[in-house]
């Protein structure tokens, strides 16, 4: 872990930080276009609209150190780091009440339970059930494209090809059809944000939370040198 931080620094490299942007949300209400007001109402309907709308800058060096030492306790289902030196944890319920999530969300069904959906095995998301085999996000019908859209860019953050339907984006879409059941989004992050830890190539998603949660619990507000946007 420490070699890595070393590298990023020393190096100059890119900071492995995805990019994550907030949803405007008076923006798509002042647009009003009926495809994007039909997402949002789901977005309501399942508990993410806060969440999605959430702004707060960063700190790229901070959420470095957070990346390059993160370490997770299966037993008290806990997330270890250091800042500054100093060691600190948060616990799984304590992390989804600092974002407003909490009780509710826990009665919540979890998605990273699931077997991985194609893109292929719900049609019904597409323009055309034929397109469904090239799983390209561009070919979604516009209440999905809009959904998709808020998600990778929050709660589902990655790099790379926006118009992919990578790991659990199909099940998230499908979860939003009629008749689907809201999922558990602090799990759906938390199971996330594991995943990253183990695999050294991804970059880390949630910036803005993570931060918002590091300064809570260290009780230091750090200077942003990244706008979120």
């Known amino acids: 872990h420490h070699d890595f931080y070393m ?4 190096k100059g490299s890119e900071a492995p930080i995805v990019p994550c942007k907030y949803v405007d949300w008076p923006y798509f209400e ?3 276009d009926p495809h994007y007001n039909a997402a949002m109402e789901i977005c309501k309907e399942f508990g ?3 969440i999605m709308g959430f702004r707060y800058d960063w700190n790229t060096e901070i959420l470095t150190q957070f990346l390059s030492s993160l370490y997770y306790d299966a037993y008290g289902v806990t997330f270890y780091w250091t800042t500054e030196g100093e060691k600190y944890g948060i616990d799984y319920m304590t992390f989804s009440r600092l974002l407003g999530l909490g009780s509710k969300d826990e009665e919540r069904d979890p998605i990273h339970v699931e077997q991985v959906l194609r893109s292929h095995q719900v049609p019904q998301l597409f323009f055309n059930p034929m397109l469904a085999n090239e799983g390209n996000a561009s070919t979604l019908l516009p209440c999905y494209y809009g959904l998709n859209r808020f998600f990778r860019n929050t709660i589902d953050a990655k790099k790379g090809d926006g118009t992919a339907l990578r790991h659990f984006a199909v099940n998230l879409l499908a979860r939003t059809l009629p008749g689907g059941r809201p999922f558990c989004i602090m799990d759906y992050m938390w199971n996330e944000l594991r995943r990253v830890m183990i695999d050294p190539d991804k970059h880390l998603p949630y910036a803005p939370y993570i931060i918002y949660m590091i300064e809570r619990v260290t009780k230091i507000t ?5 706008k979120h946007e």
């Open 30 to 32: 002042k647009l009003n």
């Open 222 to 226: 750090f200077p942003k040198d990244h």
């Open 7 to 10: 590298t990023i620094e020393l």
């Open 48 to 50: 993410l609209y806060d």
